[in-house]
């Protein structure tokens, strides 16, 4: 069904997981939209980004082994990370999203060939480029 978790790529019979395309996609204000609710210190799922379902489709039709990364488990954030991996898991059945799984950081960073993360900034060898862009986004260290 569209709205579960596919099987692990590692168990797919046509594919071996170690030449599988993995796209590792981070969900707050990637996938879904989000509110952080300042007073209760939590953040409020949305909707689904424009444009998401139909890539994550199109990443299913293609083979490509999709996690979703989050750091929601956080306890500064939500606190609770059965009820944050819960909240990611309703969503993306509620929206009928596509995924093969998803990953909290508690084992670190996930392994994929690409990164999607609206915070992400791409290293082409250019330190000098990206520590102008950030003091020039938050010239002041401040949120």
């Known amino acids: 069904m569209a709205n579960q978790p596919r099987e692990k790529v590692q168990n797919r019979k046509s594919k071996d997981w170690r030449t599988t395309v993995t796209v590792v996609i981070d969900f707050d204000d ?3 939209e989000v509110f952080f ?3 209760k210190r939590n953040l409020i799922i ?3 980004k424009n444009g998401v379902r139909e890539a994550l489709k199109e990443f299913h039709k293609l083979g490509y082994k ?3 990364f989050s750091c929601r488990n956080n306890s500064t954030i939500v ?4 009820v944050a991996l819960n909240a990611i898991k309703e969503f993306m059945a ?3 999203l596509i995924y093969d799984e998803i990953d909290t ?3 670190g960073k996930p392994y994929g060939d690409y990164y999607i993360d609206d915070r992400g900034i791409r290293f082409e060898n250019n330190w000098n480029e990206i520590r102008d862009r950030i003091l020039k986004e938050n010239p002041t260290n401040e949120r």
């Open 37 to 39: 609710d300042k007073q």
């Open 79 to 82: 606190g609770n990370k059965e």
């Open 105 to 107: 950081g508690v084992n």
């Open 46 to 48: 949305l909707r689904p």
């Open 94 to 96: 509620r929206y009928n």
């Open 30 to 32: 990637t996938i879904a």
């Open 66 to 68: 999709v996690v979703i």
